[in-house]
Every structure is written in structure tokens, then in C-alpha cells.
């Protein structure tokens, strides 16, 4: 298959061969060569030289086209639907949410657009001050395997919108969706060159991180994103937006409806097999006998869900994005009872292999030296705690800070927690994971370096530009100033 799209054509690749297998089936579903360093150096001169005509077309053109291809994108959702959970196994119901995502992501970014980076004017006494907002030039967009589409999607398009243009490096884990989104772009009529596409791994990804940019929009991991951050010390003028991942805590106290409290947690860890950066990995509990009930109904919550491949009825878990992720889910459960933790249900790999692994829960309860990492998989931890002060220290005992949540019928404990726990998304009676794109995403510490995105990615994809205009130039006077 083709790795490498400048200037609105396809190519080969240069670089490194390399595969993607489906972790249902093991079949390879993506193979061929990413692009190499003079690749990714051209697609980001192509971008270049696009991003001259791109930005001086008046935003309502650029919106139209925008608006074109989120038609585009409807056009091919069932193609991206399969394509995203082939790549990296997740439900065909989730990977056709996904495909509604992208589209949906247009409107809701011309409203953002509007709102946070659109134009102001204001008489003055000299004439008149103008607020417009202008594109940073050319964006590197990383994009992470768990949802290939959607969230590359949640940079281009603003990106684009602002006047930016970009050079797109997809998942290897999950390449196939680029190819749909790039066709929906030419379809909708996207100059060429405003979207080059680098297929590939560390290597391209590196190539990129040293070309020409004046962006780097990223989502992925903690440990990648502070890579980043350390490559581009020392150079404020490239804008970096990290978006990352977190240990994302979920406090239970006292609800009255035990089996919506277990729905909402298992939901919370388990959705996309835990592969999302807002499940929630750590469940804080009361001690005692009513603690007791909702980690019982936690676990046959995780006993009951069906796990299968994604285009098998009635699937609520597909495997992991690979064989490693499943071993790795493993080993990570294995540190947690070796640490002291109790398994009240053991993550296990299924019989049918691949990425299939079955959800775990861990009682960490008095475990020494738990890390503070995340786990991107099913395994939730269970940690019982006397009070609800201590309730929130345990959530906010983390380095991270994207999600978080409270199930609690008490509007006082609620209160308490939106003030006290440290979370960009926080939410009460509610999963953790399934964000609403028309609000802002992203939250302290490791997370992401504040410049969340969703509804305030306008905010990274231009720069503010203030202007006191005259039409003539007058006579200047001040205090002490020779007449
Ligand atoms: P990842 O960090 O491994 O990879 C993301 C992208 O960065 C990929 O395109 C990858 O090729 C590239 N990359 C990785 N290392 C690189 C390097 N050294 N040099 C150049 N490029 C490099 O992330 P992933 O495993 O694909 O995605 C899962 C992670 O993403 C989880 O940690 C999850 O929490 C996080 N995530 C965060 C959000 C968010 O919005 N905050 C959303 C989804 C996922
Ligand atoms: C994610 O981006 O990984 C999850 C977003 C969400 O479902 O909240």
C-alpha cells in the first residue's frame, strides 16, 4: 500500500517497510514502506508552499470546503467504520460513533472558530482597533492508535479552518483511515498540499519532528508527549499541543442505586477495552459492607461482558491493539498482586489469542509502591478508603490529570469534589469516558502542557493579532515631546 501522499498524490515510501495485522485475526490489513527523511522534508515543503494560498483565502471559503468534506466523511463512514476496527479491533458500533465524530467535528469547529479565534472591531478615537486571528503555518499532526480517525480529525480540522496546513503522521498501529480521510479531502476540493499524509513509525515520526514545522498537534502517551516537549525546549515559536493520557480516578460514595454505580464504573474502565485516555482506571470506595456490595457488583460487571471481534453481534470488548498490549496487560496485573494487590477478577488472555484479554479488577487496597502509570487496558483497581477526604487525596494522588468522577446522590460531596479534585474532566453520575467535543478536552500535570482541545483546539491552530489603524497619519504629542 501507499505511505507517503504529497501534494495530493500517492506514493510508495521511501522508508522503512512495515505491517499492520488485525489483533481479531492476525491478518495483515496495512503493509508497505513509510516514508523516509527526504519524504517527510517534501511533504512538509509541499505544505509550505500551500499554506500561502490556504491562509489568504477568506474563512468562509475554507469553511465551505470544510463543511464539503464532513459530507465526504459521511459518505465513507461504513468504509471507515471497518477500516478503524480491522486496524485495532475495536467494535464496529464504536468505530461507526467514530466515523459520526469526524463528520460532527466540522460544525462544531466552526462554531469555535467563530467563537474563540473569529475577528473583533471597535471604534476608536484615532479610527478603529481590529482583532484577527492568524494560522501558525505549517502543523505535524501525530495521531495515536485508539482512535485513528477522530482524534488526528480534532487537529486537521481546526487546523485547516485557522488557515494552517498540515502534514498528518498516522498510527502505525492504525494507518487505514488516513487513506479514506485524504480522498474526502480531495473529493471536497482541499487544495493540494494542504494535507500530506507520512505514513510510518519512530522513524518517520522523528524525520517529521525535525522538518520544517511550526506546529506540533499531538495525541498519544504521557511518555511520548514529554519527548516532545524536551525536542522543542528552548523554541517557543513552534506551538506544541499535547494531548495525553491519565490515571484517571472515579470515587463512588454512598449512592443509593448500587447496580447504576457498578454500570457507570465498569463502563468507565472497560469501554474500549480501557483503551481510552478517559477511562477510568482507579475506583475509590468506602470500607465496609456497602463498599463491599458495589465491588461485587464491579466485578460481575467485568465477569459478564462479551468480549469478541468486531464484526461479531452483540460485542461490548474487542481484543487489545495487539498481541504486546495483551502481555502487557498481563504483566501489569502480575506487578499489581506482586505488589500486594488481590485479584477480585483476573485480566486473562482468551483462548483465541491475538490481542483478546478478559477485564481485570485489582483491590490495591494497603499495596506498597503502586506506580502512578497508566495502564491503557482493562484493568481497574479497587482502593477502599475510611473517608471521603481521604476519597479525594487518593484521586488527586497522581501526576496526571485528564478524567475523573463522582457517583453520589449528595449534592454536598459533589460540590466538595468539583472544587477539590484535580481533573480537565470531571463528571458527576457519569462515566468518565465518552466526552462531550462541543466542550473543551485536555487537564493538568502529565496530561498535556494546557492547551487542550475539542472545543478550544481554535485556540492552538492560530495567533492573536491587535491592530490600532488611522487611516491618516497625524501629529503625535505627549508630555515633554518636542512640538
Ligand atoms: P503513542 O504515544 O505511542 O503514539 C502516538 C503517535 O506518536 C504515533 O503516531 C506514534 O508513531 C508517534 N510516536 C511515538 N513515539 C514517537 C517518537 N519517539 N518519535 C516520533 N513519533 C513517535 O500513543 P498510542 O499508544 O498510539 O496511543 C495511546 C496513548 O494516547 C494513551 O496513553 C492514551 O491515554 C493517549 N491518548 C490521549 C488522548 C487525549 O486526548 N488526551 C486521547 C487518546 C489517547
Ligand atoms: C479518548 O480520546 O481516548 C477518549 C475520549 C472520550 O471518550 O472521552
Keep these: 500500500m501507499n505511505g507517503v501522499y504529497i501534494d495530493g498524490r500517492w506514493h510508495a515510501g521511501a522508508g522503512a517497510h512495515f505491517e499492520n495485522k488485525c489483533p481479531a485475526t492476525g491478518d495483515v490489513v496495512w503493509a508497505g514502506n513509510g516514508a523516509d527523511e527526504a519524504e517527510v522534508t517534501a511533504a512538509v515543503a509541499s505544505a509550505r508552499k500551500a499554506f500561502r494560498h490556504w491562509a489568504h483565502l477568506p474563512q468562509g471559503d475554507r469553511s465551505v470546503i470544510l ?21 485495532m479491533g475495536k467494535t464496529l458500533w464504536e468505530s461507526k460513533s467514530e466515523a459520526a465524530t469526524m463528520k460532527a467535528k466540522v460544525a462544531v469547529s466552526i462554531a469555535a472558530q467563530v467563537e474563540r479565534a473569529g475577528t473583533k472591531y471597535s471604534k476608536a478615537d484615532f479610527g478603529s482597533s481590529h482583532l484577527t486571528h492568524r494560522p501558525h503555518g505549517v502543523m505535524a499532526v501525530y495521531g495515536p492508535f485508539n482512535f485513528p480517525g477522530h482524534l488526528p480529525n480534532g487537529h486537521i480540522v481546526p487546523a485547516l479552518l485557522a488557515g494552517n496546513t498540515c502534514v498528518f503522521k498516522p498510527s502505525e498501529l492504525a494507518p487505514g483511515v488516513a487513506f479514506h480521510m485524504a480522498e474526502a479531502f480531495a473529493a471536497a476540493g482541499l487544495p493540494e498540499g494542504c494535507l500530506n499524509i507520512v505514513h510510518g513509525g ?143 477478577k483476573r485480566l486473562e488472555r482468551l483462548e483465541r489469542g491475538g490481542g483478546f484479554v478478559s477485564a481485570g479488577v485489582v483491590d490495591v487496597t494497603g499495596a506498597a509502591d503502586i506506580p502512578d502509570e497508566e495502564l491503557f487496558g482493562p484493568v481497574m483497581q479497587i482502593v477502599r478508603v475510611a473517608d471521603f477526604d481521604q476519597a479525594i487525596e487518593r484521586a488527586n494522588a497522581t501526576r496526571y490529570g485528564l478524567s475523573g468522577g463522582l457517583i453520589s446522590d449528595d449534592d454536598a460531596l459533589w460540590v466538595k469534589a468539583h472544587q477539590e479534585m484535580r481533573a480537565g474532566i470531571l463528571n458527576r453520575n457519569r462515566p468518565t469516558a465518552g466526552a462531550s467535543g462541543a466542550m473543551p478536552f485536555g487537564g493538568p500535570g502529565l496530561s498535556g502542557n494546557f492547551r487542550p482541545g475539542a472545543y478550544y483546539a481554535a485556540d492552538y491552530c492560530a495567533w492573536p493579532q491587535a491592530s490600532q489603524v488611522s487611516d491618516k497619519a497625524g501629529r503625535m504629542s505627549a508630555v515633554g515631546f518636542p512640538k
Design 202 to 344: 519512530r522513524d518517520t515520526g522523528g524525520a517529521l519532528l525535525n522538518a520544517d514545522i511550526d506546529g506540533l498537534l499531538f495525541t498519544g502517551s504521557a511518555s511520548t508527549g514529554v519527548f516532545f516537549h524536551k525536542h522543542f525546549a528552548g523554541r517557543p515559536e513552534v506551538i506544541l499541543a499535547l494531548e495525553m493520557g491519565g490515571n484517571n480516578p472515579l470515587i463512588i460514595w454512598d449512592p443509593a442505586d448500587v447496580d447504576a454505580a457498578a454500570d457507570i464504573a465498569a463502563q468507565s474502565a472497560f469501554l474500549t477495552s480501557g483503551q481510552r485516555c478517559s477511562c477510568a482506571r482507579r475506583i475509590i470506595l468506602p470500607e465496609g459492607a456497602w463498599g463491599d456490595q458495589v465491588a461485587e457488583a464491579i466485578v460481575a460487571r467485568a465477569e459478564g461482558l462479551t468480549i469478541g471481534a468486531w464484526n461479531e453481534e452483540g460485542i461490548f470488548m474487542g481484543p487489545l491493539v495487539s498481541e504486546r498490549a495483551a502481555v502487557n496487560a498481563v504483566e501489569f496485573q502480575d506487578m499489581l498482586l506482586a505488589r500486594g494487590g488481590r485479584a477480585l
Design 67 to 87: 463543511e464539503r468534506y464532513g459530507e465526504e466523511i459521511a459518505k465513507r463512514a461504513d468504509a471507515i467504520a471497518e477500516t478503524v476496527s480491522r486496524d
